[in-house]
């Protein structure tokens, strides 16, 4: 086992393809359904929205996909990035457990999201596109799409949930910094932004209304725009799995393997970048990690959710897929401050925790807080709300060894640092957060919209 702190590769040793779960995952994907007739949807439909080659890798049963030799030159701005053994964290929990976390928030951007934006810009310009349209939340996704749409000269349009935009202003005016231009979602640019605002000229928006809006701006612009989503899709998934290869290859130099691995989950992506490559050693290396997936009480689509079909966005006009959801018309509660808002969850994600393969808590949101403090004390690095989740969770762990007098290895994802969250951290330190839990009775009631779906057997 090493002494070291830090464990740093090469540039040379950036991963040189992508892993793909599907490939090797014991439990085949639902198809995904057309919005309107429900009917599994053809690549024709998908292109209005995204380039060929994206697609292709949505439906990909390859196990490696070869990571572009200009996708690969970006990534070297920030990747390798650092695997970090947690040792004031330990010292100050006073555990035996190791505790090691993976820091995407070295990025430019701040978070893992880059590892996927590059990618997606990359694999539109490819193909022609000349604009793309997205959505953001918390302003994370869009920050990191507009580093890559500007690295590939692309133009961008973001729609950014009301709320967000109005309370995280420097974010907006990081995407302006790179070219993007930024929407307050729901905006009149849209038939659906219009028909909201008709009816609540101060409708606060909500992650699938601007999804929707996204979509429709990208599938009525005669080909011109591409939509781009941050999470959830194969693809997405895919382009984070350069965390998990990373970090086999540094847990093999700290001369330890994990027992436990830990991330944060809204859509999937971060966590199943780095819990991928080792769900991989558990299937065919026979490895027997636990991968513990992570979200919060006020929006447990896994834990608390339906496993089933359900709408992409609000508006239905995203594709259908079988995932773990609260419904698509879900609206997260206002004093829910620690991100991870999505109604659904990737499907391949949902499928392996169907299967058992991985498993899913929920945290509530004052515990999560006081582990973003106790990270940020030990180790230096303030905490994206989202990443804190994963935090708690792997000092839950650590606790737990504590208590069994057990030494467990623990490596959890810091998908991103908490630079543009200082309100959160304001609203928690001056104790204006409460404890939220999503109520039983709004996913019974949320369950009545979702779509009758009859597969052929
Ligand atoms: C977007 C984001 C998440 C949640 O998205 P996933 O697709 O589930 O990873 C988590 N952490 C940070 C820092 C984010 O920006």
Not at 80 to 94: N, Q, S, V, Y
Not at 319 to 331: I, N, R, W
Not at 363 to 380: H, M, N
């Amino acid at each position: 086992m090493s002494d070291q702190t830090r464990f740093i590769l090469n540039e040379s040793d950036l991963p040189k393809a992508w892993y793909n779960i599907l490939a090797d995952s014991p439990v085949a994907p639902a198809p995904v359904l057309h919005p309107q007739t429900l009917e599994p949807v053809t690549p024709d439909f998908l292109s209005v929205l995204f380039p060929m080659e994206l697609i292709l890798q949505e439906i990909s049963s390859e196990a490696y996909i070869d990571i572009p030799e200009p996708v690969r030159e970006i990534y070297k701005l920030y990747r390798p990035t650092p695997l970090i053994r947690a040792r004031r964290l330990e010292k100050m929990l006073d555990t035996p457990a190791h505790i090691y976390y993976k820091n995407e928030s070295v990025s430019p951007a701040g978070s893992h999201k880059p590892n996927t934006a590059i990618a997606q810009a990359y694999y539109n310009k490819a193909a022609g596109t000349k604009a793309i349209t997205t959505e953001t939340g918390a302003g994370q996704w869009g920050s990191a799409l507009s580093m890559a749409c500007n690295f590939f000269d692309l133009d961008l349009e973001v729609y950014m949930v009301k709320i967000s935009y109005q309370q995280k202003p420097y974010r907006r005016v990081f995407m302006e910094t790179f070219g993007a231009k930024v929407y307050a979602s729901p905006t009149d640019r849209t038939q659906y932004g219009k028909a909201l605002l008709a009816k609540d000229p101060d409708n606060p928006g909500s992650l699938g209304i601007a999804i929707s809006e996204a979509v429709e701006v990208a599938a009525t612009s005669g080909g011109v725009k591409k939509y781009s989503l941050g999470s959830v899709l194969n693809h997405v998934l895919m382009h984070q799995t350069v965390i998990g290869e990373e970090a086999l290859m540094q847990m093999d130099m700290a001369g330890e393997y994990p027992d436990v691995v830990i991330g944060c989950v809204g859509g999937g992506s971060n966590f199943a970048g780095l819990a991928y490559p080792f769900l991989r050693q558990n299937l065919k290396d026979g490895q027997r990690t636990r991968l513990v997936a992570v979200e919060p009480t006020a929006t447990p689509s896994i834990t608390k959710g339906s496993y089933t079909f359900d709408y992409g966005d609000t508006a239905k006009m995203a594709p259908v897929v079988k995932m773990h959801t609260l419904g698509h018309t879900f609206v997260p509660a206002g004093i829910h401050a620690g991100g991870l808002r999505y109604h659904g969850m990737a499907p391949s994600l949902s499928a392996l925790c169907d299967a058992g393969l991985i498993e899913a808590v929920a945290v509530p949101q004052l515990a999560t807080f006081e582990a973003a403090i106790k990270f940020a004390r030990s180790e230096g690095i303030i905490p994206a709300p989202e990443s804190a989740h994963a935090i708690r969770t792997a000092i839950d762990e650590a606790l737990d060894a504590k208590q069994k007098g057990e030494k467990r290895v623990i490596v959890f994802n810091l998908s991103g640092h908490g630079h543009f969250d200082m309100s959160a951290f304001e609203a928690y330190l001056s104790g204006k957060l409460v404890d939220y839990e999503h109520p039983a009775e709004a996913i019974a009631e949320a369950i009545k919209d979702l779509p009758q779906v009859v597969l052929p057997v």
